[in-house]
Nanobody, 127 residues
Framework: EVQLVESGGGSVQAGGSLRLSCTAS????????MGWYRQAPGNLCELVST???????YYLDSVKGRFTISQDNAKNTVYLQLNSLKPEDTAVYYC?????????????????????WGQGTQVTVSS
């Protein structure tokens, strides 16, 4: 059974930092692409960052230079370091395996039926 367990969310003031973790089990982590989506109330679910087994990464334009994705294959864990946080980063963040049809920038709802999703972790940034 595939499981993704997230941790590390919380409440911080603008300019602060958080590190999100997602520990995976039930599949070959080393060969898998992983990503993070987020959804704020009233907004679309948006793809924030991805990392592939070869180390290639992707970042949403609004988080470039502030967020860093990484993975530790020995721990089956993918991380998302969030620095210089802004109130507009407030959302529930979800760890997800690459969907069968590939990454989609925006979804109407997360989680959905494509790929395996973590339970979500709340990030709240106050001004």
């Amino acid at each position: 059974e595939v499981q993704l367990v997230e941790s590390g969310g919380g409440s911080v003031q603008a300019g602060g930092s958080l590190r999100l973790s997602c520990t995976a089990s039930g599949f070959t982590f080393d060969d898998s692409a992983m990503g993070w989506y987020r959804q704020a109330p009233g907004n679309l679910c948006e793809l924030v960052s991805t990392i592939h087994s070869a180390g290639n990464t992707y970042y949403l334009d609004s988080v470039k230079g502030r967020f860093t994705i990484s993975q530790d294959n020995a721990k089956n864990t993918v991380y998302l370091q969030l620095n210089s946080l802004k109130p507009e980063d407030t959302a529930v963040y979800y760890c997800v395996t690459e969907p069968p049809l590939g990454w989609i920038q925006h979804k109407s709802q997360c989680p959905d039926d494509f790929g395996y999703w973590g339970q979500g972790t709340q990030v709240t940034v106050s001004s």
